[in-house]
């Protein structure tokens, strides 16, 4: 079992979730959470992302950070032997 304390966070009220805790369920930043109470307690349910949600996202920062580039500009044997250039 391990603690945590309700702090102030602007005009809202923020809790802080133990690293243990985080890593216990596979949490990291920028987790979505679904948040909802049931007999006086509060529930905090990771949400699901659906399969390849965010790639286009990804892939878009990824050229714009010139991350995108191929990475088969090497020769190799077959291109030398195979190919007529």
């Known amino acids: 079992m391990t603690h945590t304390t309700l702090k102030k966070w ?3 009220l923020g809790l802080r979730i133990p690293k243990t805790v985080l890593a216990e369920n596979k949490l990291q930043e920028g987790t979505l959470f679904i948040v909802h109470s049931k007999d006086g307690k509060i529930i905090l349910e990771p949400q699901k992302r659906k399969v390849r949600e965010g790639w286009a996202e990804a892939a878009n920062q990824a050229h714009a950070n010139g991350d995108d ?3 088969m500009d090497f ?3 077959f291109d030398q032997e195979e190919w007529t250039w």
Do not use: L, Q
Request: aromatic residues 0%; charged residues 20%.
């Open 69 to 71: 580039k191929t990475m």
């Open 75 to 77: 020769p190799n044997e």
């Open 10 to 12: 602007g005009n809202s």
